[in-house]
């Protein structure tokens, strides 16, 4: 436990009791802090000191950059350059994203057919993906959120590559491992095209026996990427992706260290994408409750720390999220700030006071003369906005 001022308190901290105040007020409920407003509430009510606990905490505050006198060492990147905008970078990640989508389809038709998938398009694709993410990765992380409630396939795992490509830049990953990390994941969801229909589709809840069905697609994406010529990392990603660090997992029921920090990326990142994807059956979930739902899964199922880095890496208030200003506008993230994740560069669509569309406008939060702050995340759901409409308007090119 740890106790701190209330100015240090982020939202995605645990808080654990008040320790000091000026009034009386009790907090009945220990638990994360979701929102800036939130935070505000607290400090309005006389709340001066908490104590949180970091090992809940879902988000750190990104470290301050070295003084320049420091040299780093050459090897390091820094995991948050950006060489383009996003604008200048949206229409080739789009390209790559629609290119991803057709690939995916002729894989399945291929397997179907009873074909060898072809590898060589789904390498370069994969290369096309870092390099795009590595010009500015705001713009394929805005395409993970732009779904397609019936596309979960083939976007799922379009989405687990790029985020994976994303998150492996973060931790200074060699380049030509982020190639095989962003490849396994393009593909590590493919033998679900043998598993039949009925249970593929099935909208919530399986039986005992159609969920012993749907393990064995992991075991069918390993046969499908060695068949095809593929080995490492790829083929693990493929075939243990739903593997737990405690042997709780599937289809080999491996444990710890027999589980590499590649599949332990992959396996995160797998259960983060399909948490926060829309389906015909439900809405997705917000980033911040998938977090939460992960950390209660450390350490028995996933490792911490790669989950901690991993949150740090997305960030409670994602590119391609909507979120809600404390002027009541509401917009889409569109640009990360990752010295300070609360203020990021929001575009503006419409009025939660008026209820209705307004004109675009880009927000620069860090602005100094910025007068609004990020209040919530919004659902999509919440105000009946038509995102799709939105995207094509003003974001695509
Ligand atoms: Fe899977």
Request: some cysteine.
């Amino acid at each position: 436990m740890k106790v701190i001022p209330i100015s240090q308190l982020l939202p995605g901290m645990f808080v654990q009791s008040v320790t000091k105040q000026t009034g009386r007020i009790k907090i009945k409920s220990q638990g994360w802090v979701k929102t800036q407003a939130g935070i505000d509430k607290l400090k309005n009510v006389g709340i001066l000191e908490i104590e949180i606990d970091p090992d809940k905490t879902l988000i750190e505050s990104v470290p301050e950059k070295e003084p320049a006198n420091t040299p780093s060492p050459v090897t390091k990147r820094d995991p948050w350059q950006k060489t383009h905008s996003a604008e200048q970078e949206m229409g080739k990640a789009k390209k790559l994203y629609d290119e991803a989508k057709s690939l995916q389809i002729k894989a399945f038709k291929d397997i179907k057919a009873g074909r060898d998938i072809d590898i060589a398009p789904f390498r370069d694709l994969a290369s096309g993906f870092m390099d795009s993410v590595f010009r500015n990765q705001d713009a394929l992380a805005c395409l993970t959120q732009m779904r397609q409630k019936d596309a979960y396939l083939l976007e799922h795992s379009i989405n687990v590559s790029i985020l994976i490509s994303i998150f492996a830049k973060h931790l200074n990953i060699d380049k030509d491992i982020i190639e095989q990390l962003t490849t396994g994941a393009l593909l590590h969801d493919i033998g679900k095209i043998k598993i039949p229909d009925a249970v593929l589709n099935k909208p919530g809840r399986f039986t005992d026996e159609e969920f012993t069905i749907m393990k064995n697609h992991a075991r069918f994406s390993k046969e499908i990427l060695q068949a095809a010529g593929l080995k490492g990392i790829a083929v693990d990603i493929a075939g243990m992706h739903h593997e737990r660090l405690d042997g709780k997992g599937y289809p080999f029921g491996k444990k710890g260290d027999d589980i590499s920090q590649y599949v332990r990326m992959a396996s995160i990142v797998d259960v983060y994408d399909a948490l926060t994807a829309e389906r015909v059956y439900k809405a997705g979930m917000e980033p911040i409750k998938a977090f939460k739902i992960l950390k209660e899964g450390c350490p028995d199922s996933f490792d911490s720390e790669l989950l901690t880095k991993f949150i740090q890496c997305i960030g409670i208030h994602p590119v391609g999220t909507l979120v809600k200003l404390s002027s009541q506008k509401v917009g889409l993230v569109t640009q990360s700030n990752p010295a300070s994740p609360l203020k990021p560069v929001v575009k503006t669509f419409y009025s939660a006071k008026h209820g209705r569309y307004t004109q675009v406008q880009d927000i620069d939060l860090a602005h100094k003369k910025s007068q609004d702050t990020l209040e919530s995340a919004v659902k999509t759901n919440e105000y009946n906005i038509d995102l799709q409409r939105f995207y094509k308007n003003s974001i695509l090119p």
